[in-house]
């Protein structure tokens, strides 16, 4: 990361002396950087940083090349798990920041922001938000995806309303909301009551006209980014996918379908599924991923499905396997762009093939009828 200058302002650089080393844990450069971003200029030489501390620099911006390195340098990425970038002037998070897969700790706070990022309920391991002091209007709908976070502060910002995705973390153990213009049934509620029951309040309140827009808005631009935050896709809104869902979720019903499927000829699209989420799930477990690992993993993975000579092919849009393609052929993007989304296009469209094709056969044998009828139950309690 780097140090700055006393007197004048220009780029800072990697301080390898006796305070910022190869071994480094933490690096604490908060209010020592004179309003200049700091520039890593050798990020492979980090072997063990865990900690960055950035606070009280006056910084207004992440600068473009830092986003660019969180793809272009991934040390940083496997061992990062705390970020402190509060009491600046940001106004806007790059969306690389949903890189950082191992952070759990993230500061935000004393800043400028109006929004957060897109598809900050990617970072699976978070445990600790603060966002506070900022001028946020709404989060995004899907924080209930941040099933390891512990506490989150959202305090003086502009919220009149908070997502009932809130409802699902069950982790959450503080929550603070305090400075905005929320609705008054919500503050006495949390005035008189716990975490828990405030959730489970947050979770039952009806959306405002405004925030469901807002809400359509935010899921079809993480669609069109083909980075959904989900790991399951939607292809067919309703009922009937719900319980298709549950259907993947359950090993006695994988294994029925995959039975199905392999009569069919059809078992490496299963086999596929899997291998994707026992990869995605690398992200979302308290094991740190290294970046080896996450690269040689995802190789298994295009070796033995997608790439022209796999083992177990399966069928893919042809303008989805090119993209694939070409990032393992390009040498100045690979291994640098292999992260966790590289296969959530291809994902999608495999289990909407079993969805729309092999399902409709499937539902016709006894064995189907068994599983399904256990998972609409499942459906059923889930959502009463």
């Known amino acids: 990361l780097g140090r700055a200058t006393q007197d004048r ?65 991934p040390p940083l990425l496997e061992t990062l798990t705390s970020l402190d970038l509060s009491k600046n002037k940001l106004q806007v998070i790059p969306e690389e920041l949903v890189l950082l897969v191992n952070l759990v700790s993230l500061r935000l706070d004393q800043n400028e922001l109006a929004g957060l990022p897109l598809k900050l309920s990617l970072l699976f391991k978070l445990e600790k938000l603060n966002v506070s002091g900022n001028q946020i209007g709404y989060l995004p709908p899907n924080l209930g995806s941040l099933k390891s976070l512990k506490e989150l502060r959202v305090d003086d910002n502009k919220l009149t309303y908070l997502p009932a995705d809130l409802g699902l973390i069950k982790t959450m153990k503080k929550l603070s909301f305090d400075g905005n213009p929320l609705p008054d049934e919500l503050l006495d509620f949390f005035f008189l009551s716990d975490t828990k029951n405030t959730l489970e309040f947050i979770a039952k309140m009806q959306m405002p006209p405004e925030y469901e827009q807002l809400t359509k808005k935010f899921r079809r631009a993480i ?57 995605l799930g690398k992200f979302n477990s308290p094991t740190e991923i290294t970046t080896s690992e996450c690269i040689n993993e995802a190789e298994k993975i295009y070796d033995a499905f997608i790439k022209d000579e796999a083992t177990e092919p399966v069928n893919l849009p042809e303008q989805v396997k090119k993209k694939v393609d070409a990032l393992y052929k390009d040498t100045y993007r690979y291994p ?42 499942r459906f059923r309690r889930r959502n009463k």
């Open 9 to 73: 302002k220009e780029p800072v650089g990697l301080n390898m002396g006796q305070k910022h080393t190869a071994l480094s844990a933490e690096v604490e450069l908060s209010g020592k950087c004179n309003g200049v971003f700091p520039t890593h200029v050798t990020p492979k030489d980090f072997q063990r940083l865990k900690a960055v501390a950035l606070a009280n620099n006056g910084f207004t911006a992440i600068p473009l090349a830092v986003s660019a390195q969180l793809n272009e340098k």
């Open 223 to 279: 669609a069109e980014s083909g980075q959904a935050e989900s790991s399951k896709p939607d292809p067919a809104k309703g009922e009937r996918f719900e319980i298709f869902k549950i259907l993947l979720e359950d090993k006695n019903h994988v294994a029925a379908f995959s039975r199905h499927l392999e009569k069919e000829h059809a078992g490496e699209n299963m086999k596929f599924h899997l291998a994707v989420e026992a990869f």
């Open 336 to 377: 640098a762009g292999i992260n966790q989304f590289i296969f959530n296009e291809c994902h999608n469209a495999i289990v909407q093939l079993m969805f729309t094709d092999s399902l409709k056969r499937f539902q016709d044998t006894e064995e189907c009828k068994a599983v399904s009828a256990h998972a609409e139950k």
